[in-house]
T-cell receptor, first 112, second 114 residues
Framework: DQQVKQNSPSLSVQEGRISILNCDYT??????FLWYKKYPAEGPTFLIS?????DKNEDGRFTVFLNKSAKHLSLHIVPSQPGDSAVYFC???????????FGTGTRLTVIP | EAGVAQSPRYKIIEKRQSVAFWCNPI?????LYWYQQILGQGPKLLIQ????????DSQLPKDRFSAERLKGVDSTLKIQPAKLEDSAVYLC????????????FGSGTRLTVV
């Protein structure tokens, strides 16, 4: 049972434009959400997170939006750069839980 | 700060053989995780240690998988005997406490079972 879903396996955008990566979840107990970035042959690296008490969190070019009623979050990258090309994983957890539940990932390609 | 070290990077074995993976977490990180990432899927937790004790191993296929973290530092994950469906990347991660917030992953071990 996939509790965190990323329905777009891949996304291509032009350099300088906005990249929007989407994530949906089914478990209403999730109250903390994270985005990880993964380059080939490397482990995932933490990118940005958001608590369910917020609906937006911004860090430089990266912004995560959370819509609790829709059980949906998105990661915006503006402006996109070729170095952003990677696989992005959405993850979720709940207070007191032991682990993260990951989506299947979206491969972002930023075209120079 | 040195990252999470894992070895080997790659391993190819035949089904029914045994294999072991090693992980050295970031110094001072009490919590260690092993995740399995099958191609096209997100990482899935296999086992979580807090120091040298097991916190959660509910998703570990205990008939063939075992893990230990002696002295609360390094950890090994073993598969015996391996099946074709065990082909995956095995990721180790560590964190200071039990919080899941942004813990650090190693580069992983890619296992191919043929």
């Amino acid at each position: 049972d996939q509790q965190v879903k990323q329905n777009s396996p891949s996304l291509s955008v032009q350099e300088g434009r906005i990249s929007i990566l989407n994530c949906d979840y089914t478990n209403s107990m999730f109250d903390y959400f994270l985005w990880y970035k993964k380059y080939p042959a490397e482990g995932p690296t933490f990118l940005i997170s958001i608590s369910s008490i917020k609906d937006k969190n911004e860090d430089g070019r990266f912004t995560v939006f959370l819509n609790k009623s829709a059980k949906h979050l998105s990661l915006h990258i503006v402006p996109s750069q070729p170095g952003d090309s990677a696989v992005y994983f959405c993850a979720a957890t709940s207070t007191g839980a032991n682990n993260l539940f990951f989506g299947t990932g979206t491969r972002l390609t930023v075209i120079p | 700060e040195a990252g999470v070290a894992q070895s080997p990077r790659y391993k190819i074995i035949e089904k029914r053989q045994s294999v072991a993976f090693w992980c050295n977490p970031i110094s001072g990180h009490a919590t260690l995780y092993w995740y399995q990432q099958i191609l096209g899927q997100g990482p899935k937790l296999l086992i979580q240690f807090q120091n040298n004790g097991v916190v959660d191993d509910s998703q570990l296929p205990k008939d063939r998988f075992s893990a230990e973290r002696l002295k609360g530092v390094d950890s090994t994950l073993k598969i015996q005997p391996a099946k074709l469906e065990d082909s995956a990347v095995y990721l180790c991660a560590s964190s200071v406490g039990t919080s899941n917030y942004g813990y650090t992953f190693g580069s992983g071990t890619r296992l191919t079972v043929v």
